[in-house]
């Protein structure tokens, strides 16, 4: 016997598997709440993905918006982690499973065929499912251990989720059906020990346990409970800040007395002291910071509003450049729709809850509009562009 046969021979096989938690039942309904989970993040992530898309998305209201499909979407994808272990545990054994016929055989081929297809499709949903845990997790963290770039990369791993799992739920409907429908498994089990309906509680509550510890960076009375959330310390005017203007490279130099705002439209461009931005009318917003990370926080913002900018300029509903004084990253330079440049509600917020904003903040002044991904609310702004 050569060395693969004997390994072939001695591997496990699906009937040593004995545990009697293990059923149709608890799958099926395991995997209902997982189906269901995955595809709020897919519905909750592409919303997101639309959001920080160049002219994507055109919706101001509600105000709100983005935080609770942000907030649900890292929630629910949280909530994922527990249900998506049980489910595995509870089928891990078929992956030992033997083979529907021997490629020898002629009259076995489609059989054997069609167990492949789907062992290919369930390999791509968990590698798939694993890949989108983990990549948003680390996204959450801030840690980037890989050179791709995370938003692209996750919304189109998503799509391959989505693909898979309507495969994979199409070829098992009949047992999917059959599972969800048989109660009197669930009361059964090992002889001394928990029984199935144990099982499936405890799988709920650390489900439960996992999306509380995590929901804190969006819901403030469970802050405290929020050990998971990327960012629930909380800030000046209780925002907490994500990067710091040391970390972005912007200088107390870069915004002294020196600092203009300049708002160009074409060639004509008017350029504006910290002064002449608070000598304008003044407006006080109550919005949301909402990260893509999961974490947001309302704050009281008052400033000037861009659409007075823009008729500074004399020029209508555009959608404009906004450039900020961090040289480099990905958030230096955004673009603002018409929708949210002619808001009454998106400003060019010069202090939060009554005080100058930070220098963490975005002092001198920065976007705040809403229903935006925290990402486009730009911090440090130096100049706004119209760019059609
Ligand atoms: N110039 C600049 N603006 C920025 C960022 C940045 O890195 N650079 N981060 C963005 C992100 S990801 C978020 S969530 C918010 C956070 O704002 P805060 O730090 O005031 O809470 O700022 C946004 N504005
Ligand atoms: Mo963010």
Known sequence: MSLIDTLLARRPREEQFTSRLRSLAVTARVGRILGILIVLTFVTGWISHVSQEPGGWFFTRPTWGYRLTQGLHVIAGTATVPLLLVKLW????????????????????????????????????????????????????????????????????????????????????????????????????????????????STWVASGLAAVAVAGGTISPLRSLAVFSSRSGTGPGGVPINRTAAAAGVTEAATGSAFRLVLAAGDREVSLSLADLRGLPQHTERLPIACVEGWSAMGTWTGVRVADLLSLLEVGPSDLRVTSLQQRGAFSVTELPSAFAADPLTLLALDLDGEALSLDHGYPCRIIAPNRPGVLQTKWVQRLEVIG
């Open 90 to 201: 509870s089928v891990y054994p078929r992956l030992f499973q033997a083979s529907a016929g021997s490629p020898r055989d002629r009259s076995a081929w489609s059989a054997l065929a069609r167990q492949t297809a789907e062992r290919l499709a369930v390999a791509a949903l968990v590698a798939a499912t694993i890949f989108q845990l983990v990549s948003g997790a680390l996204n959450s963290a801030q840690w980037y251990p890989w050179a791709f770039s995370f938003r692209s990369t996750h919304y189109a791993v998503a799509w391959i989720v989505i693909g898979a799992l309507a495969l994979h739920i199409g070829l098992r409907w009949g047992q999917i059906r059959e599972g969800l429908r048989d109660r009197r498994a669930l009361d059964d089990g090992p002889p001394e020990g928990p029984t199935r309906r144990t099982l499936l509680r």
